[in-house]
């Protein structure tokens, strides 16, 4: 049953998605395509603070332009209803996906994990920290992963907008650097986009579960749990995790080291060959 209400151009149908400040609907367009329509929750719709935020991701997602990122199409930050119009990727979220079908295996996981780079490599090549990769902000559709929700994106440079001791971000996927309050940078994305990989390969988040105190503590500790990981894989996200930010490889490395191997050419045949020599 859908809403079936407006705002702006758009028709809601279905709420999709909620969190604490925005909810996420499937829309139609002017056209009849199929969008994503968030819009902050009324309490907020005045907050100066909530709308400042709401600026700061249409800025960030605007910049990227990715096969592998959902793009941004629409936004009126500062109308009676805020909001901001998204490609609508359809697909099942990592975090529901693995939970009900198991984990990744073989060519998909290695498909998927290569993927998610290409897409964080063109998010930080935008200039743009996206802060928040985790299994709940990856759609997948068959081995093809697209990364959506932009809500504590930033730009690379931009001033540091969160103050030590505040964690942002899904916790099991931060990396060790924010926990202590260090500023969010492309290497922090990196360890992130490790970790998602990581639960997509064996259904478990690589620190544990369990309090806050103590997922941080494994963080902190480097006490990554990749068993079941295949060891090519395996390898890559050990560096990943290194615990000191600057050696940690970019998310383009990590591309380039997942992409297949070239299949062998083919010798051409012999006769052939001595004949056009002969010529």
Not at 31 to 46: C, D, F, M, S
Not at 85 to 110: K, W
Not at 151 to 156: F, K, L, N, Q, R
Not at 256 to 271: D, E, I, N, Q
Request: proline share 7%.
């Amino acid at each position: 049953m859908g809403t079936h209400r407006r705002l702006g151009g758009y028709r809601l149908l279905d709420e999709i998605g909620r969190g604490s400040t925005a909810v996420v609907y499937l829309a139609l367009d002017s056209q009849g395509r199929e969008v994503a329509v968030k819009e902050l929750v009324p309490e907020l719709a005045g907050v100066g603070e909530a709308i400042d935020r709401l600026a700061r991701e249409v800025r960030a997602q605007a910049r990227v332009r990715s096969a592998h990122v959902a793009r941004l199409l629409d936004g009126a930050v500062t109308a009676e209803r805020p909001h901001v119009v998204m490609q609508y990727v359809p697909g099942c979220p990592l975090n529901d996906l693995v939970p009900a079908y198991g984990p990744l295996r073989g060519d998909r996981l290695a498909r998927f994990a290569r993927r998610l780079a290409l897409a964080l490599g063109d998010v930080h090549d935008a200039g743009v920290l996206h802060r928040d990769v985790s299994p709940g902000n990856v759609i997948v559709l068959g081995d093809r992963p697209t990364l959506i929700d932009f809500g504590i994106a930033h730009e690379s440079g931009a001033a540091q907008i969160t103050r030590r001791g505040m964690v942002v971000g899904t916790p099991a996927y931060l990396a060790p650097e924010l926990i202590e309050g260090e500023r969010a940078t492309t290497a922090s994305d990196v360890f992130s986009w490790a970790a998602t990989v990581a639960y997509a390969a064996t259904g478990r988040p690589p620190f544990g579960r369990g309090s806050l105190h103590g997922v941080c503590f494994r963080i902190l500790r480097g006490q990554a749990d990749l068993d079941g990981v295949p060891a090519p894989l395996a390898g890559l996200l050990r560096a990943a995790f290194r615990r000191d930010p600057s050696r940690r490889p970019s998310a383009r490395w990590f591309a380039g080291a997942l992409a297949p191997a070239p299949a062998p050419a083919s010798a051409p045949a012999c006769g052939r060959a001595l004949g056009t020599a002969a010529a």
